[in-house]
């Protein structure tokens, strides 16, 4: 079954950095795109940024561009993402995303908190 385990989450100072990954399981993964969402409380989930299936397309929320990168290792099954400059609006839960077979697919998510 297809499974999608995050990591990398917790608390840093504004303008520190975290590496969120995204290990993925029970599919092929080197040809689905891949995604990052947040939810904040209160807020509807939003997606972050995007990635193909090769890695060369990748897309950005206009708050994050900059800041934020995506990249994937087909080797690996893994996705993550990069956040510099961290600020306390990013402060959410980060979750990772695929679609297929007309269902989306999500991890559990892991908390990212931005906090002095």
């Known amino acids: 079954q297809v499974q999608l385990v995050e990591s990398g989450g917790g608390l840093v100072q504004p303008g520190g950095s975290l590496r969120l990954s995204c290990v993925a399981s029970?599919?092929?993964?080197?040809?689905?795109?891949m995604s990052w969402y947040r939810q904040a409380p209160g807020k509807e989930r939003e997606l972050v940024a995007s990635?193909?299936?090769?890695?060369?397309?990748?897309y950005y929320t206009d708050s994050v561009k900059g800041r934020f990168t995506i990249s994937r290792d087909n080797a690996k099954n893994t996705v993550a993402l990069q956040m510099n400059s961290l600020k306390p609006e990013d402060t959410a839960v980060y979750y990772c995303?695929?679609?297929?077979?007309?269902?989306?697919?999500w991890g559990q998510g892991t908390q990212v908190t931005v906090s002095s």
């Open positions: 995303k695929v679609y297929l077979n007309y269902r989306h697919f």
């Open positions: 029970g599919f092929t993964f080197s040809t689905y795109a």
């Open positions: 990635i193909g299936t090769s890695g060369s397309v990748s």
